[in-house]
């Protein structure tokens, strides 16, 4: 993927992250936006990651990797730029080519908004690209071989489920496991369903509910990701 390509997908997301934070804990008192890591796979954002410490965000990075088959991650956290507020984001393609893009927040409130996205250059702190190709170079779950709940295991029966339904259930237990992982330091994992029968399957594999967005406006992928 092009890296504007990558940027129109995620900067809406963060837009509504950023707002939420303005308001977190129902007062007017501006809060920082949790640092995030958003995971792309075939052209659509599915699942994120956000918790109050860059570390345990980070954390989550192989687990997404693996457990997804992101073909990006994005790391987006607040920044100072030049002494005004900005959100960074540290983008990271499967083939390990990595990215610092830069956006200006302006406004506030509903009238938030986030400016063009820039060249970042070379990062002050390369830890996060270095965390982040480590994760990619991992090799992804297989979805192929999910074995089926629905069957006594009779002679003729499928043993597996067809690959974009196993899709969905891989994707479903990555997201419980990381909710799991950073629920307790006020964190949320979130998956976004491509489709009514995905976010079905999903939540049927043991994926806590809170963890679902729908996405029915999603870019229909073009092999195994979804119900």
Same mark, same amino acid.
């Given at each position: 993927?092009?890296?504007?390509?990558?940027?129109?997908?995620?900067?809406?997301?963060?837009?509504?992250?950023?707002?939420?934070?303005?308001?977190?804990?129902?007062?007017?008192?501006?809060?920082?936006?949790?640092?995030?890591?958003?995971?792309?796979?075939?052209?659509?954002?599915?699942?994120?990651?956000?918790?109050?410490?860059?570390?345990?965000? #980070? !954390?989550?990075?192989?687990?997404?990797?693996?457990?997804?088959?992101? =073909?990006? +991650?994005? $790391?987006? @956290?607040? /920044? %100072?730029?030049?002494?005004?507020?900005?959100?960074?984001?540290?983008?990271?393609?499967?083939?390990?080519?990595?990215?610092l893009v830069l956006q200006k927040v302006e406004g506030e409130g509903?009238?938030?908004? #986030? !400016?063009?996205?820039?060249?970042?250059?070379?990062?002050?702190?390369? =830890?996060? +690209?270095? $965390?982040? @190709?480590? /994760? %990619?170079?991992?090799?992804?779950?297989?979805?192929?071989?999910?074995?089926?709940?629905?069957?006594?295991?009779?002679?003729?029966?499928?043993?597996?489920?067809?690959?974009?339904?196993?899709?969905?259930?891989?994707?479903?237990?990555?997201?419980?496991?990381?909710?799991?992982?950073?629920?307790?330091?006020?964190?949320? @994992?979130?998956? %976004?369903?491509?489709?009514?029968?995905?976010?079905?399957?999903?939540?049927?594999?043991?994926?806590?509910?809170?963890?679902?967005?729908?996405?029915?406006?999603?870019?229909?992928?073009?092999?195994?990701?979804?119900?």
């Amino acid at each position: 993927m092009l890296i504007a390509d990558v940027m129109a997908l995620v900067v809406p997301p963060v837009t509504d992250l950023l707002r939420r934070s303005r308001t977190r804990g129902g007062t007017d008192a501006v809060q920082p936006m949790f640092p995030t890591i958003i995971a792309l796979r075939n052209d659509r954002v599915v699942a994120a990651v956000s918790t109050p410490r860059m570390e345990a965000t #980070l !954390s989550c990075a192989s687990t997404l990797s693996v457990g997804v088959g992101a =073909s990006v +991650l994005v $790391v987006a @956290a607040e /920044a %100072v730029v030049n002494g005004s507020p900005a959100v960074a984001y540290t983008v990271m393609t499967r083939d390990r080519r990595g990215k610092l893009v830069l956006q200006k927040v302006e406004g506030e409130g509903e009238e938030l908004r #986030l !400016s063009r996205p820039v060249d970042g250059g070379e990062p002050a702190d390369p =830890s996060i +690209l270095r $965390v982040l @190709a480590d /994760a %990619v170079g991992q090799k992804p779950l297989s979805v192929s071989s999910v074995a089926r709940k629905d069957t006594g295991g009779t002679f003729g029966e499928e043993t597996f489920l067809p690959p974009e339904q196993g899709r969905v259930v891989v994707d479903a237990g990555t997201v419980r496991t990381l909710q799991q992982r950073v629920e307790q330091i006020g964190g949320r @994992a979130l998956y %976004v369903a491509r489709s009514p029968e995905a976010a079905r399957l999903a939540l049927e594999a043991g994926m806590p509910r809170r963890c679902l967005l729908g996405d029915g406006d999603s870019h229909t992928d073009s092999d195994t990701d979804g119900a």
